[in-house]
């Protein structure tokens, strides 16, 4: 089986120890950045199936980060789960050209069925 790579961008340490541990345990590989500059690099390395993006998240921030990678011919299809505490999450995700969003906070139900709506079940 081809395990399936999840790539989380957010500058929030215990949101990304819960997803890896989430993920992880749901059969994905996954990897998580704190920073958005090196998205090109990042996505490079790793080969990720998917994305999630913090909106809030240092250097360059989401939407720019997502717009960087909708612009490389390489990765433009890598679907990108935007996520935000902002109460105008919809927005900000189709200015990032997003395919999906979540707002925070969330229940991690509905993001393990996102999730799975671009991955398929990976158990």
């Known amino acids: 089986m081809n395990t399936k790579r999840i790539l989380i961008f ?10 890896t541990i989430i993920f992880s345990e749901n059969g994905y590989e996954v990897e998580v950045s704190e920073t958005s500059h090196n998205i090109i690099e990042r996505v490079t390395d ?3 199936h ?16 997502v717009k960087l990678l909708r ?11 935007y996520i935000s505490a902002n109460s105008d999450i919809n927005t900000l995700a189709k ?3 997003a395919d999906d969003y979540l707002a925070k906070p969330f229940e991690l ?3 393990e069925k996102k999730v799975e709506k ?3 079940a990976n158990y």
């Open 118 to 120: 671009f991955l398929g």
């Open 50 to 65: 998917l994305i999630l993006m913090d909106n809030w998240i240092p250097d360059i921030g989401g939407i720019e980060a």
């Open 109 to 111: 139900q509905i993001l």
């Open 71 to 81: 612009n490389h011919s390489e990765f433009k299809d890598i679907p990108v789960i």
């Open 95 to 97: 200015k990032a050209e």
């Open 46 to 48: 790793f080969r990720p």
């Open 10 to 19: 957010d500058d929030d340490k215990s949101i990304l120890d819960v997803f």
